[in-house]
Each structure stands twice: as structure tokens, then as C-alpha cells.
């Protein structure tokens, strides 16, 4: 009798296998050092199809130098698994009392996905970055939110 | 025990305590803080006086003259707009401007400026008419120029003497 129930168990433990993936934030989305116009400008890092640099929208004064599509990587553990990535509207960066906003991510990163295989896979983060008009000079930092769900096939 | 018990207690140990361990998880959420940053430079003006404004010298006459500058255009030499005087030499102002983003500038000339030798005075005017244009389109890496000129009217029976004095130009962007 013992080795009957034992053998039922077995049976289920066999049968069932959990997927999940691992998620790493590798490097932030960077603007870069900008030069501002004093009529503010609109900061663009378009990382739909892979990482880069911020460029000034056309019509743009305002001068960008170095700066990057921010990294996320995710180890998936099962090919067809279906990555739904959510990010958020918008991000506030601050320096002090001073502020910019960040949004359109969604547009400028990469889409949803369905893993082909486990090898890692990089979530490339853009976004366009807004600067007001006299906007005051210094580092600006934040950081916002991203879910990830993950389906498992 | 009858087998049928056994295999009964083994089921209901599946359905309540073992299955939702084992029941594949179809899907997972995780959340990744991601830091964002940005450092912003104030832009750079500066103005600097190349030449300055100098109406060269004049000969009055036995009536009022004015002599005008038109470097609306560029750079100018002086004319004899009404009157008899004459001129020699002299040449309109000019200010580098310089910046680190292309830009609109814009120029804020004076209505009118003041030369004076000791208590006698001429005035200077239409500044604004006969200068480099505003809004000024200043780029990086270059001098950008802006040229002054202007009307300056002599009477009649100005004291012959060497006269000067100043005027404040303001760049914006």
C-alpha cells in the first residue's frame, strides 16, 4: 500500500514543471549632457530596435552629447514564453526643487515578446525627455517602475 | 484498510495539499527599477566689442549736417546724408557674438547715445535702423557679427573738438 501512494506522488511530481526567468536592471536610460536652449527642446532616445543615443528633436537648438538607451535583461527559462513588458506613462527626474519629465516609453523600448529559446534577451529602454524653457542646469536623476508578466506556454 | 480507502486518503491529500504546489504557474509578474538621467549646461553668450562706432572726421559747414552709417547690411564707412560737411575715415561698430547652441539672438540697440567733448554734445540716432538686424542668427563655432551704425547730426555751430562716449548693446537669447 505504501509504495502505491509513493508511486501516485511521483507520478505528479514528474508531470509538472514550473518556468520563470530572471530579470536584471543593467544600466540606466542616460540623456546625456544637453546644452539647453533657452526655449526648451524635447530629448529623444528611440530604442525601439535596439539601444541608442538621445537626439534633439527636429527644429531642436539645443546641443546633446553622450547619453543611452537604458538595459534591462531578462534570462527567460523557457522558450514561448510570452513577456509582456508594462512601463510607466511617465517619469519625474529632479535636481533639487528643478524637474524634467520623461514619457513615451512604451513607444521608444522594446515591444512584447515571446522567447525563442533561454538565451538572455535585452529590453532596451528609450523615451523623450522634456526640457522647459529656462530649464536650470544640473544633474537631474529619478528612476520609475517597470512590470514585467511574464506567460509561461 | 480496504484498498479503496487508501487510495481515497491519497486523493484528497493530492487535491488539497499537494496539487496547488505542483499546479504549473501560467504566468508571473516582476518589477525592475530602472534609473534615469540627464545633465543639463546652461548656454553660453558672450558679446565683445571688435571696432568701435567712429564716425571718421568732419568738416562742419555753415549749416546742420548729418552724417549716417548703414551697416544694416555689414559693414560701413561713413556718408554725408543732408547737409554741406564733409567726412574722411571712420567705420561703423562691431561686436563678436559668440555661443555654444545655434540660436536666435536677439539685439536691443539704444534709441539714441550721447559723444560729448566737455560740455558740448552730438547725438547719435536711428541706432536700431542702421545696425545688423535683429533677431540675430548666432551660430556655435564663429564670430558671429553684429554691426552698428546710425545718424549723427552735426549743427552748424558745433564746437570743433574730438568727441566720444558710449552706448550698451544688449544680446539675448
Known sequence: MKFKSFFFIIVLLTYNEIYCAEITAVSPINFGTITASFHGDIIQINANFGTAPPFVLLGGKSVVSGGQSGLVVLKPDSPGQMVNIAYPVSIEITNGANKMKIRDFSSNSTQNFVTENTSPVNINIGGVLEIESNQKSGSYSGSGIINIIINNP | ?173
Open chain 2, 1 to 173: 484498510m480496504n484498498l479503496k480507502k487508501i487510495f481515497f486518503q491519497n486523493f484528497l491529500c493530492f487535491l488539497f495539499i499537494l496539487l496547488p504546489l505542483f499546479i504549473p504557474l501560467q504566468a508571473f509578474s516582476a518589477s525592475v527599477t530602472l534609473d534615469a538621467t540627464a545633465t543639463i549646461e546652461a548656454a553660453a553668450l558672450t558679446a565683445t566689442q571688435q571696432n568701435s562706432l567712429n564716425f571718421g572726421t568732419i568738416i562742419i559747414s555753415d549749416q546742420e549736417s548729418t552724417i549716417r552709417i548703414n551697416a544694416s547690411a555689414g559693414a560701413a564707412t561713413p556718408s554725408v546724408e543732408s547737409g554741406t560737411a564733409s567726412v574722411s575715415g571712420g567705420g561703423s561698430g562691431l561686436i563678436y557674438v559668440t555661443t555654444n547652441i545655434d540660436s536666435n539672438v536677439t539685439i536691443v540697440y539704444p534709441a539714441s547715445a550721447t559723444i560729448a567733448n566737455a560740455a558740448n554734445q552730438l547725438t547719435i540716432n536711428n541706432i536700431s535702423a542702421n545696425s545688423t538686424p535683429s533677431p540675430l542668427n548666432a551660430v556655435t563655432g564663429t564670430n558671429n557679427e553684429i554691426h552698428v551704425g546710425g545718424i549723427l547730426t552735426v549743427p552748424a555751430s558745433q564746437t570743433a573738438a574730438t568727441y566720444t562716449g558710449t552706448m550698451s548693446i544688449t544680446v539675448n537669447y
